[in-house]
């Protein structure tokens, strides 16, 4: 089959007057093409990639030129030759995708790693770890009392955002970002003059930072804020873990750096029972609480754990902060 009437697309024609880009692609081979999709690139792929180029597939009814367009092996839209087709990306795969680049890059910024980490702390292995890290932060002596391993988990970031995409809190910001791409983006450029005109262009990578400020500030944001974590039980284990590490351990650990065993028996409570005994007691109490609050989640949503390990978006992120290769390893060879 001959392609016939393509637009002949020289280099100048994709970026004129940058000559050192061109260059750059040109010598850089394919894998680096994506780096450099300008809306002229893009424009020339809608239009010329078809399986049978004379074939008529434009229509006033949206849905019947969605359905011609995909049968002759057509972009749908220039959305869709960004950043996918809205089916994969409203799919609990394509938001675990969207949502787990998204949250990794937030975690790292100054002003939303914070509310980030608030957020996922409803999935009670990422709360548990989160508390630990605080509590060591504080004081790294205290895993010399407590039994938490860092390597309970394969991922807890991964499976954080694995349990919201499953549970469904996600869909509705993804529905969101889909409806944004779908949308010309508007923004203010100087004119010859000096004075700032609105302009508007389809949502691809060049405006991608901007697209993805927006998205955050007016969509991820308000909705983290607007959380009520007032019946969470990750926030609850957080809190309890935290109490516990920060007060209840550091005691234990003052009474048993400070106390000779001789001395034991003078440090009672007012009830005259051994305040280390009593400080243990209530540490352990809390662990057993925390477990069984786990179970409950478990109980309500399934292993989360199990059922990422084993599903197809499943990461293997060495040297990466919350993925443990030693629980990995202990997965495999069960």
């Not at 999709?37 to 434009?58: C, D, M, V, W, Y």
């Not at 959305?79 to 790292?108: K, P, V």
């Not at 308000?222 to 590490?245: C, F, M, N, W, Y």
């Not at 000779?260 to 009672?268: T, V």
Request: proline share 3%.
């Amino acid at each position: 089959m001959q392609y016939k009437n393509l637009k002949l697309l020289k280099p100048t024609h994709i970026y004129p007057n940058k000559p050192k880009l061109i260059k750059d692609i040109l010598n850089g081979g394919g894998e680096n093409i994506g780096h450099f999709l300008s809306p002229s690139i893009a424009t020339a792929i809608l239009e010329n990639i078809k399986l049978i180029p004379e074939r008529h597939t434009n229509s006033a009814d949206s849905e019947l030129q969605k359905k011609m367009r995909m049968e002759n092996l057509e972009f749908v839209n220039m959305s869709e030759l960004y950043w996918g087709n809205d089916e994969y990306l409203l799919s609990q795969e394509g938001q675990f995708s969207f949502f787990f680049y998204l949250f990794n890059d937030l975690l790292q910024s100054p002003d939303y790693g914070e509310k980030i980490e608030q957020y996922l702390i409803d999935y009670i292995p990422f709360a548990t770890h989160s508390a630990y890290e605080t509590g060591l932060k504080k004081n790294k002596d205290l895993i010399y009392y407590t039994n938490y391993s860092f390597d309970e988990n394969v991922d807890v970031f991964a499976e954080a955002v694995y349990y919201f995409c499953k549970i469904g809190y996600l869909e509705e910001l993804m529905e969101k970002f889909v409806e944004l791409i779908h949308t010309k983006f508007e923004y203010e450029s100087k004119d010859s003059d000096g004075r700032y005109i609105k302009k508007e262009t389809d949502t691809g990578f060049s405006v991608f930072e901007k697209i993805f400020d927006q998205f955050v500030k007016e969509n991820v944001l308000p909705l983290i804020e607007e959380t009520d974590q007032s019946s969470s039980l990750g926030k609850r284990v957080h809190d309890i873990l935290v109490a516990d590490l920060l007060h209840m351990n550091s005691r234990l650990l003052y009474l048993d750096m400070s106390i000779s065993p001789e001395a034991h028996d003078y440090h009672l409570t007012i009830g005259e029972e051994h305040e280390m005994d009593v400080m243990q007691n209530l540490v352990d109490a809390s662990g057993k609480y925390v477990d069984e609050l786990h179970n409950v989640q478990i109980q309500m949503y399934g292993d989360i754990e199990f059922e990422y390990f084993n599903s197809e978006v499943f990461l293997l992120r060495q040297r990466e902060k919350y993925f443990s290769m030693k629980r990995f390893k202990s997965l495999m060879s069960e």
